[in-house]
């Protein structure tokens, strides 16, 4: 089943309303700027905008006006655009430490750090098994050669980042009818492919009485063909999906530009959630938490700097001496000069002296950083790397990793949720949208990502397991374990189910575990060489005992 594409066959949206927006984006759409930002450490980050200016590092802070008999009017001028050097220097050394990569990337590798299992039945194919047609397209599933496996972490990102990203399941475009003679392929006929849009591009939505979304308006940039073509303005199209196909605008006219069906019976996109949010349930939200925090970090970093900088480049003051013979401050500046070195000279009648910033300044500035860090981290769920550093009680930091270790389960549950979507989508243009659960039942598609994400290395669970068997507990419980732990060893996390429950049936039917005295009885023995406080049998023979050596 192709799309199939067709040309002014539909009225006009017009400007107005190719251009019109959901109120949810009006309300986020800053939020969602910012946060691209935070992300990347670009726009106010990089040519220094997000520092907030004091009110004199303008250069048109105020404004005066004369009235007519002479007397003048300062003003405060609410909008200042014209920055003073300092600002420009302050903006130039400006530093934006992106602690937001940080945490993403710590997230994100916890949360694949074990590939999800993906597979169609239950048992394990043969390598030489040919390949069913949702194997095949989960190699590449945006038409550019990306394997799931690499795919899904960077969607993640994006939907981490800004809350939600939406895939849109795309289908080729229809082929030209077979001539005489042509051979053709399955894979002449092209594959469905997902295309991504943040919530950035995603303009409008419309909703049945349900809350459902039946309908996205999406903004697509229009790509350059030749280099003749490139703009320094990009320009953009609009495109409506529904339920029963897409239809593409020009974004600035709203003329209709072409149309096509898709036959899925659905909306043929899958939702990516970084985050749900309790209210605003059409959108996600960030699992970086509040942009304007960042905004804030940079700031006092680049104020602690500010103070560093002034501590750094002192003040000298010259006395003037007191007495008619006595320079004036013009005339000692015409000797000296106004900066000797680094030093700024300033003369008065007071003593001679090198004057600096109170060095406590920079240091309250220090713990406001460090505390903002830490509560960033904690809003994020990731541990405080001085957490562990700290007078921190170990059951505190075990809270701490447990409820870091939820968020992963959730964040594994919305990707899960999603390929599973993508995999319905992907039936239904396989075999029809009344036949695809079917086939999917049938198939047995299975789609799992782990639900435990400890970071706690081999030798500490293995300590683990050797305590339980040193305090005596039972069987069952010690059975029970090695059961948990059985996809804990290294290249043993993608086992099919089957090998999972015969391993499992082994663990059962093994000998039941020997209570700590059995145990150390049997080191008693194996040191004694034989059955310790037993009669010997009828003919075995009596090893005499050691004889005691004589002193010499």
């Not at 609009?238 to 899925?264: C, F, M, P, Q």
């Not at 500010?306 to 003037?320: A, D, G, H, V």
């Not at 198939?443 to 683990?464: E, M, N």
Request: aromatic share 8%.
């Amino acid at each position: 089943m192709t799309t199939t594409a067709q040309t002014q066959t539909f009225p006009n949206l017009g400007p107005k309303v190719a251009a019109n927006r959901h109120p949810i984006y009006d309300l986020l759409e800053d939020e969602w700027i910012k946060l691209g930002h935070v992300r990347e450490g670009t726009g106010g980050f990089k040519d220094g905008t997000y520092l907030v200016a004091h009110a004199r590092e303008w250069l048109d802070h105020t404004s005066v006006s004369t009235a007519a008999d002479g007397t003048t009017t300062t003003t405060v001028n609410p909008n200042p655009r014209k920055p003073s050097p300092k600002l420009k220097a302050r903006r130039t050394l400006a530093r934006y430490e992106n602690v937001a990569s940080a945490i993403l990337e710590a997230k994100k590798a916890a949360l694949f750090r074990e590939q999800p299992v993906r597979r169609l039945g239950d048992d394990e194919k043969a390598a030489d098994a040919p390949k069913a047609p949702l194997e095949l397209w989960w190699e590449n599933v945006d038409g550019t050669g990306t394997h799931i496996d690499d795919a899904m972490p960077a969607w993640w990102d994006l939907a981490a980042t800004f809350g939600h990203v939406v895939l849109y399941f795309e289908l080729p475009a229809a082929m030209p009818e077979q001539t005489d003679g042509e051979v053709r392929t399955a894979a002449d006929d092209g594959w469905p492919y997902v295309r991504l849009y943040t919530p950035l591009d995603v303009i409008n939505w419309l909703v049945d009485e349900n809350g459902e979304i039946v309908s996205l308006k999406v903004q697509e940039a229009v790509a350059a063909t030749t280099y003749n073509e490139l703009k320094p303005v990009t320009q953009y199209r609009v495109r409506i999906i529904n339920k029963e196909g897409w239809k593409l605008y020009d974004a600035k006219t709203g003329s209709a530009i072409s149309e096509g069906t898709h036959e899925l019976g659905c909306l043929p996109v899958a939702f990516l959630f970084g985050k749900r949010r309790a209210i605003l349930s059409d959108v996600g939200q960030s699992v970086l938490g509040d942009p304007r925090n960042y905004i804030d970090l940079f700031n006092l970093t680049s104020e602690k700097r500010e103070l560093e900088r002034s501590q750094t480049f002192s003040f000298i003051n010259l006395p003037l001496g007191t007495g008619p013979d006595a320079p004036t401050v013009e005339q000692a500046q015409a000797m000296m000069g106004k900066q000797t070195g680094t030093m700024n000279v300033l003369f008065s009648a007071g003593p001679a002296a090198i004057l600096s910033a109170d060095a406590e300044n920079v240091k309250t500035y220090q713990d406001d950083i460090q505390q903002l860090k830490r509560d960033i981290y904690r809003e994020a769920g990731v541990q405080w790397e001085s957490d562990s550093k700290d007078a921190e009680a170990e059951g505190s930091l075990v809270v701490k990793r447990e409820e870091m270790n939820t968020r992963l389960a959730a964040y594994a549950d919305e990707c899960e949720q999603t390929e599973y979507t993508l995999a319905e989508l992907f039936y239904r243009w396989k075999m029809g949208a009344e036949g695809a659960d079917k086939a999917m039942e049938k198939d047995g598609v299975t789609i799992s990502y782990p639900q435990r994400f400890d970071a706690a290395p081999f030798d500490a669970v293995l300590k683990q397991v050797q305590a339980a068997m040193s305090i005596g507990m039972p069987t069952e419980f010690l059975k029970a374990m090695r059961k948990a732990l059985i996809k804990k060893f290294e290249g043993m996390g993608n086992l099919t189910p089957t090998q999972v429950q015969a391993i499992e049936d082994a663990i059962d039917a093994a000998e039941d575990d020997m209570s700590p005295t059995q145990l150390m009885q049997a080191k008693i023995e194996a040191q004694a060489g034989g059955p310790v406080g037993k009669k010997p049998k009828p003919g075995e023979k009596k090893e005499p005992p050691m004889k005691k050596p004589e002193a010499a």
